[in-house]
């Protein structure tokens, strides 16, 4: 099963509502909330209470992209925010079992994240405790970047890894996504696909934005017979 887990970054932030549900309407399966705190990343996006609004205009699953340092200070108030599915990074987390751990404890499903320079390696230990690993195809911070194809055969490695190990964990991918490189990374296993600017068409666009999205998932359905 494939999600088209559509990126708010790259919605017109006066029309949130009427985005998601133009979104959601092309065939999104989830929604995707990327949180930074222009310290991990350059960049500084939203936090808790953007998610309690998103949380009142949508029923998908919301997918909190933690780009933060220091996550674990925050778990329970995108809990009690409404988050579904918690994501954090690798590279920030000293005690990455715990955290995932309490991630659960507060009620969601935790899930981690690599950057392009970070390899799968550091994640088997955990592997068995998450909903999903989400492999970053290009470094965290903004919307619009040019999708790191390299970043695949880390897709590849945790899709052998998965059977190998018996788990069942999703691989999701994030960055650079659109139609021009989803069924490379559906043939190399992904099947949640992050997409922001690939998506959204501006403000005021919404037949645009509904194309986008449909055509984006028909070229993700048809790279699915061509695993490899
Ligand atoms: C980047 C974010 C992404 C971003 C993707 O740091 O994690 O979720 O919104 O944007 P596009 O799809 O435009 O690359
Ligand atoms: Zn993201």
Same mark, same amino acid.
């Given at each position: 099963?494939?999600?088209?887990?559509?990126?708010?970054?790259?919605?017109?932030?006066?029309?949130?509502?009427?985005?998601? &549900?133009? =979104?959601?309407?092309?065939?999104?399966?989830?929604?995707?909330?990327?949180?930074m705190d222009g310290h991990f990343v350059p960049n500084i996006t939203?936090?808790?209470? #953007?998610?309690?609004?998103?949380?009142?205009?949508?029923?998908?699953?919301?997918?909190?992209?933690?780009m933060i340092?220091?996550?674990? /200070?925050?778990?329970? *108030?995108?809990? $009690?925010?409404?988050?579904?599915?918690?994501?954090?990074?690798?590279?920030?987390?000293?005690?990455?079992?715990?955290?995932?751990?309490? @991630?659960?404890?507060?009620?969601?499903?935790? =899930?981690?994240?690599?950057?392009?320079?970070?390899?799968?390696?550091?994640? @088997?230990?955990?592997?068995?405790?998450?909903?999903?690993?989400?492999?970053?195809? #290009?470094n965290p911070g903004f919307?619009?970047?040019?999708?790191?194809?390299?970043?695949?055969?880390? #897709?590849?490695?945790?899709?052998?890894?998965?059977?190998?190990?018996?788990?069942?964990? /999703?691989?999701?991918? *994030?960055?650079?996504?659109?139609?021009?490189?989803?069924?490379?990374?559906? $043939?190399?296993?992904?099947?949640?696909? #992050?997409?922001?600017?690939?998506?959204?068409?501006?403000?005021?666009?919404?037949? &645009?934005?509904?194309?986008? =999205?449909?055509?984006?998932? $028909? &070229?993700?359905?048809?790279?699915?017979?061509?695993?490899?």
């Amino acid at each position: 099963m494939l999600d088209l887990a559509f990126s708010i970054l790259a919605a017109d932030f006066t029309h949130l509502a009427e985005e998601i &549900a133009t =979104a959601t309407r092309g065939g999104g399966t989830v929604c995707h909330v990327d949180v930074m705190d222009g310290h991990f990343v350059p960049n500084i996006t939203f936090g808790p209470p #953007v998610v309690a609004a998103v949380r009142r205009i949508t029923e998908l699953p919301l997918d909190v992209h933690l780009m933060i340092e220091d996550p674990d /200070r925050y778990i329970g *108030d995108f809990a $009690k925010a409404g988050a579904n599915w918690l994501l954090v990074h690798q590279e920030v987390c000293r005690h990455l079992h715990r955290t995932l751990t309490s @991630i659960r404890e507060h009620g969601m499903e935790p =899930a981690v994240v690599i950057n392009p320079a970070t390899p799968v390696e550091t994640l @088997i230990e955990v592997l068995p405790l998450v909903h999903h690993v989400l492999v970053m195809t #290009v470094n965290p911070g903004f919307g619009g970047q040019s999708f790191i194809p390299r970043c695949l055969e880390k #897709v590849r490695h945790l899709r052998s890894l998965r059977e190998e190990m018996g788990l069942h964990f /999703r691989i999701e991918v *994030d960055g650079g996504i659109g139609q021009d490189t989803v069924a490379d990374a559906v $043939k190399a296993g992904a099947d949640l696909l #992050v997409a922001g600017s690939a998506i959204f068409a501006g403000a005021g666009q919404q037949e &645009a934005t509904e194309r986008n =999205a449909r055509e984006f998932l $028909k &070229a993700a359905q048809a790279a699915t017979q061509m695993q490899a």
